[in-house]
C-alpha cells in the first residue's frame, strides 16, 4: 500500500493539509489521537469511517515528511 493512495491534498479542505481519502479527517488529527495513547482499533471506533490502513498511510507520510526534512536540513 503506497500512502499516496489514500492521503490527499485538497486547498479548499482543512486549508490544504493532508486528509485521508478526500475526508475531512486530516494526518495530524490521526497522529495526535496516537500521540495521545488512542489504539488504532480506539481510533476506528471514534471514527468508523477510517480502516487500519488508513491510519498507516498517515504514519508512513510522516515518516516520509520527516525523512524528507532531515535531507533538505542536511543541503
Do not use: Q, W
Not at 504514519?59 to 526534512?69: C, F, I, P, V
Request: with cysteine; glycine share 6%; aromatic share 6%.
Amino acid at each position: 500500500m503506497d500512502y499516496r493512495e489514500i492521503i490527499t491534498i485538497e486547498p479548499g479542505k482543512r486549508s490544504g493539509k493532508p486528509c485521508i481519502r478526500g475526508m475531512r479527517i486530516t494526518v495530524y488529527d490521526v497522529l495526535g489521537y496516537l500521540a495521545s495513547g488512542m489504539s488504532t482499533d480506539e481510533i476506528i471506533s471514534d471514527f468508523p469511517e477510517l480502516n487500519k490502513e488508513d491510519i498507516k498511510a498517515c504514519l508512513d507520510y510522516a515518516s516520509d515528511t520527516e525523512k524528507h526534512t532531515r535531507l533538505l536540513r542536511s543541503a
